[in-house]
């Protein structure tokens, strides 16, 4: 039986998931041992990683050959700046900041490459394209949040993360984006389709540098 592309494209990642899953950035959150500032260091990036994530999934949208999509994308874009507006001050305020603060600091190289990677993809690209690069923050996170949940954690900042990537609502906003992905797969020739496993593969390596960004403390060098 042949493999649908997002089977394909997976099985293409296993190996950076599986380092996901090891890395003690994850492990400190379900045993709640991670230190509080590679947390804060975390949250601070990914708001300035989900604003840039938000206007490639405008991209997206503009993109998007059917009106279906183009309100999916475009409603996924809303979201992500709720995510960074809501989640995240909740999370900076337990640290006694305010997302001013937050918005105020450096984005970092890690975070920087990231965003600027994704951009160039998805104005430069496809849509289908475009969506294998937007696709890791959406999958990665579902499977992160889903194999996370079953431990938790005894510390409630890091339980209330891991429930939002774990919880059934975005699991199905991935489910959908997952079988759109699918039917793009149909199209592809085969040129597009190595791009597709290109950007894919990519952004999903990125996913497991942004966290270890956070465990190590990263700071511009000079």
Do not use: N
Not at 47 to 60: E, G, K, M, N
Not at 62 to 71: D, I, Q, Y
């Amino acid at each position: 039986m042949t493999q649908t592309l997002t089977e394909q494209l997976w099985a293409a990642v296993e190996p950076v998931y599986a380092e996901i899953l090891d890395h003690p950035f994850l492990a400190g959150l379900t045993d709640g041992t991670l230190p509080r500032p590679a947390f804060r260091h975390f949250v601070v990036q990914d708001s300035h990683y989900l604003r840039d994530y938000a206007r490639a999934l405008a991209v997206c949208a503009a993109k998007a050959p059917g009106e279906a999509e183009v309100r999916a994308f475009a409603d996924d874009a809303i979201g992500a700046l709720a995510a960074e507006q809501g989640m995240h001050a909740e999370f900076l305020t337990a640290f006694g900041e305010s997302a001013e603060q937050a918005a105020a600091e450096p984005v970092l190289p890690t975070t920087r490459a990231y965003t600027s990677y994704l951009l160039a993809t998805v104005y430069g690209g496809s849509f289908a394209e475009a969506v294998a690069a937007v696709l890791p923050c959406y999958w990665v996170y579902a499977r992160v949040g889903e194999h996370l949940l079953v431990r938790s954690s005894p510390d409630p900042l890091y339980a209330r993360w891991i429930a939002t990537y774990g919880d059934e609502a975005f699991q199905s906003v991935v489910r959908r984006v997952l079988a759109l992905t699918d039917r793009l797969g149909e199209q592809l020739s085969e040129a597009e389709r190595g791009r597709v496993f290109e950007h894919f593969t990519t952004t999903t390596r990125y996913e497991w540098m942004f966290w270890d960004a956070a465990w190590r403390g990263e700071r511009w060098p000079v």
